[in-house]
């Protein structure tokens, strides 16, 4: 069974750093593209970052500089390193695996995590 499972969302004042995870299983990490998703109360799912099979990630003009994603194939994990945070940045941040980045900037992932919350205070 393919599942993705993001934790270590939580509240956090801005400035500061949190960094989730994405436990996958049931699929081989290394042959998908992951990711990251953001929706905001009221807001449209956005895209966040893509990190391709091949190494290359993606990543939205608002977190530049701020988020990184990394992976780890061996425990089957993608991270998400968010420092610098801001209010804005207070969402449900889902994870989600395709087989390109394509994919991903057409909003046509094949598998999805539940999500988990992260809320920046000001």
């Known amino acids: 069974q393919v599942q993705l499972v993001e934790s270590g969302g939580g509240l956090v004042q801005s400035g500061g750093s949190l960094r989730l995870s994405c436990a996958a299983s049931g699929f081989t990490l290394d042959e998908y593209a992951i990711g990251w998703f953001r929706q905001a109360p009221g807001k449209e799912r956005e895209g966040v970052s893509c990190?391709?099979?091949?190494?290359?990630?993606y990543y939205v003009d608002s977190v530049k500089g701020r988020f990184t994603a990394s992976r780890d194939n061996a425990k089957n994990t993608v991270y998400l390193q968010m420092n610098s945070l801001k209010p804005e940045d207070t969402g449900v941040y889902y994870c989600a695996a395709a087989r390109t980045c394509s994919n991903y900037f057409r909003r046509r992932m094949e598998y999805w995590g539940q999500g988990t919350q992260v809320t920046v205070s000001s």
């Open positions: 990190s391709s099979s091949g190494g290359s990630t």
